[in-house]
């Protein structure tokens, strides 16, 4: 059985003052069935690592360099964030392969990088509104998903987060119909490629304005193990609704 993920986003949002939430959190959901991620800015996740210690979240990052270590002014390495307390690493994020240029080779290698550290990795990949529009949604998931999934992969250390871009932050989503084919082609991609028994493992997260009035029934389609959420994912009182939906499942 997959575990249910749902994981939070918090993008470049945060300073030491929310970490309230994180405790919040913490304490609203001691004993979830679901797993509870949140991937704050890299700053505060050893600070956050303390408060979610012994209790039910994990923290993940937001991205990591492909490197070890080295000239690379800026990044940080997937070694330096397990060591700041993050288990899991989001890579492939469109708002990464918008503002940096991010190709699927790059998202790859930093999966493979993290992979070798020891974290998780929630590769994200999604069709742009005029991709959508021209029916090439799943050829564009097929290509994603085939470069910026490395080889050296289980169905334990790898999530796939489905987020059409233009569902981020628009408060539009796609029908559920339209979730489920992604989800069941992606799920069927990873079966050709990895076999059966790591596609069943492999959690398919979908993002893209996720929030506590719809969570319930993207969550009841088939093949969707939870949320990648950024915006209702910044208070507690946001994300807890969406997390216990999850758990209701
Ligand atoms: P959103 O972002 O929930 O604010 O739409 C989702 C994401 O980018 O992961």
Redesign the pocket.
């Known amino acids: 059985m997959r575990r249910k993920l749902a994981a939070g986003?918090w993008?470049m949002n945060g300073t030491s003052a929310d970490l309230a939430q994180i405790e919040t959190l913490a304490r609203a959901h001691v004993g979830a069935i679901s797993e509870i991620l949140i991937a704050p800015p890299a700053t505060l996740l050893h600070r956050a690592s303390e408060i979610t210690k012994t209790g039910p979240v994990t923290l993940g990052a937001q991205d990591c360099h492909a490197s070890g270590s080295g000239a690379h002014t800026g990044d940080i390495s997937a070694a330096m964030l397990l060591d700041a307390g993050a288990s899991y690493v989001i890579l492939g994020?469109?708002?990464r392969r918008g503002d940096h240029a991010e190709q699927d080779s790059d998202v790859s290698a930093k999966a493979s990088a993290a992979l070798g550290a020891g974290l998780r990795v929630i590769i994200?990949m999604g069709e742009a509104l005029q991709e959508r529009e021209a029916g090439n949604t799943l050829d564009i998931i097929a290509g994603q998903l085939a470069g910026s999934v490395p080889d050296d992969v289980s169905g334990e250390n790898l999530v796939i987060?489905y987020?059409p871009i233009w569902?981020?932050?628009?408060g539009k989503v796609p029908s559920l119909a339209q979730i489920g084919e992604v989800h069941d082609f992606i799920r069927a991609r990873l079966e050709q490629r990895f076999g059966a028994q790591t596609a069943r493992a492999v959690r398919l997260l979908y993002?893209?304005?996720?929030k506590a009035a719809n969570a319930e029934q993207i969550f009841a389609i088939p093949n969707v193990d939870g949320a990648?959420?950024?915006?209702?994912?910044l208070t507690a009182d946001d994300f807890t609704p969406i997390i216990n939906a999850l758990d209701a499942i």
């Open positions: 986003n993008k994020h469109s708002e994200c987060a987020e569902a981020i932050g628009t993002g893209g304005s996720v990648l959420v950024g915006g209702a994912s």
